[in-house]
């Protein structure tokens, strides 16, 4: 079983400021790693994910996480925020070993203001 | 299709009927997932399709849910004799491969009166 931590709800940011969104797993097995995005009345989307290779994946739209194993921790980040970036940030775990469903934080709210 | 379609976007019924929610995967995407994303929380997993069988139905909250998946697309979630408590968005996913990367509809919006 797993289970994925985030502690933050809402983390109110001004636009052009750094951010980091804090995610914490738990799992006994090697996990696969990922950030879900649901933007404003939108459905949710894949903004990056760890499988294998370098700890550190980037995303399109400038944010990356780091797989970090022995924190067990694959927080997001982005070093200059903007008002677009508004949104739902999900932290979700998948286990490695055959087929797992795909486990959810509860999601943080990024409030982006001007 | 492009992406995942749901239907209806929007369900508001009274306490006691039965609901029927619809999914279309991607097409070609051999897994189907269902979950429940109800106000203040998280995504919670109700059930999982390879195919049309459904190994993994442990996330269902109770024998009031059912789904079932034909022709390996579309998917139905049943809720039955609904609560006030079933109201949620209910979001399907579908993928290709096993590595997580899910692609969701934009789900189904049940109110239960």
């Known amino acids: 079983a797993q289970s994925v931590t985030q502690l933050d709800s809402q983390v109110p940011v001004f636009e052009e400021a750094p951010v980091e969104l804090r995610c914490n797993y738990s799992s006994s097995v090697s996990v696969y790693l990922f950030w879900y995005v649901q933007y404003p009345n939108q459905g949710l989307q894949l903004l990056l994910k760890y499988l294998s290779g370098s700890t550190l994946v980037e995303s399109i739209n400038g944010f990356e996480a780091e797989f970090n194993k022995s924190q067990t921790s694959f927080h997001l980040r982005k070093p200059s925020v903007h008002i677009s970036d508004t949104a739902e940030y999900f932290c979700a775990v998948s286990s490695r070993s055959g087929y797992s469903t795909l486990t959810f934080g509860k999601g943080t709210m990024l409030l982006v203001s001007p | 299709g492009a992406g995942v379609s749901q239907s209806p976007s929007n369900k508001v019924t009274e306490k006691g009927k039965d609901v029927e929610l619809r999914c279309d995967p991607i097409?070609?995407?051999?897994?189907l997932y269902w979950y429940r994303q109800r106000l203040g929380q998280g995504l919670e997993f109700l059930i999982y399709?390879?195919?049309?069988?459904?190994?993994?139905k442990s996330g269902l909250p109770s024998d009031r849910f059912s789904a079932e998946r034909t022709g390996e697309s579309v998917s139905t979630l049943t809720i039955q004799r609904t609560q006030q408590e079933d109201s949620a968005v209910y979001l399907c996913?579908?993928?290709?491969?096993?590595?997580?990367?899910?692609?969701f509809g934009e789900g189904s919006r049940l109110t239960v009166l």
């Open positions: 996913a579908s993928s290709l491969v096993l590595t997580g990367e899910l692609f």
């Open positions: 399709f390879q195919g049309n069988s459904a190994p993994d």
């Open positions: 097409s070609g995407h051999t897994a």
